[in-house]
């Protein structure tokens, strides 16, 4: 079964910082653009990062560059997303994916796998 699995979200203070992790299964992630997406209450799911197969190409958007990090472990099958420096607009649900066929940066539509999410809430 081809799945993706997110862990890592949960409850953090502003400026703190969290580690997302993504495991997939049924499948190598090797030769895939994988990313993260995020979607807050009443808005739209939109791309925070990414990170290419082939050539390792990130891409961040830019609410996030510098205080996010997206890297991969071919080896362990699974793909991450430090985030530091948390601020509360960055509460969401995050949604890892994966995307056989185009580079990074990817547009939504042509990411096919994805993960369930997992609530990421920045709060005093």
């Known amino acids: 079964q081809v799945q993706l699995v997110e862990s890592g979200g949960g409850l953090v203070q502003p400026g703190g910082s969290l580690r997302l992790s993504c495991a997939a299964s049924?499948?190598?992630?090797?030769?895939?653009?994988v990313g993260w997406f995020r979607q807050a209450p009443g808005k739209e799911r939109e791309g925070v990062s990414c990170?290419?197969?082939?050539?390792?190409?990130?891409y961040y958007t830019d609410p996030v560059n510098g205080r996010f990090t997206i890297s991969r472990d071919n080896a362990k099958n699974t793909f991450y997303l430090q985030m530091n420096n948390l601020k509360p607009e960055d509460t969401a649900v995050y949604y890892c994916?994966?995307?056989?066929?185009?580079?990074?940066?990817?547009?939504?539509?042509?990411?096919?796998?994805w993960g369930q999410g997992t609530q990421v809430t920045v709060s005093p």
């Open positions: 049924g499948f190598s992630l090797g030769y895939y653009t």
């Open positions: 994916a994966a995307d056989r066929w185009s580079g990074c940066p990817s547009a939504r539509q042509f990411f096919d796998t």
């Open positions: 990170i290419g197969g082939g050539d390792s190409n990130t």
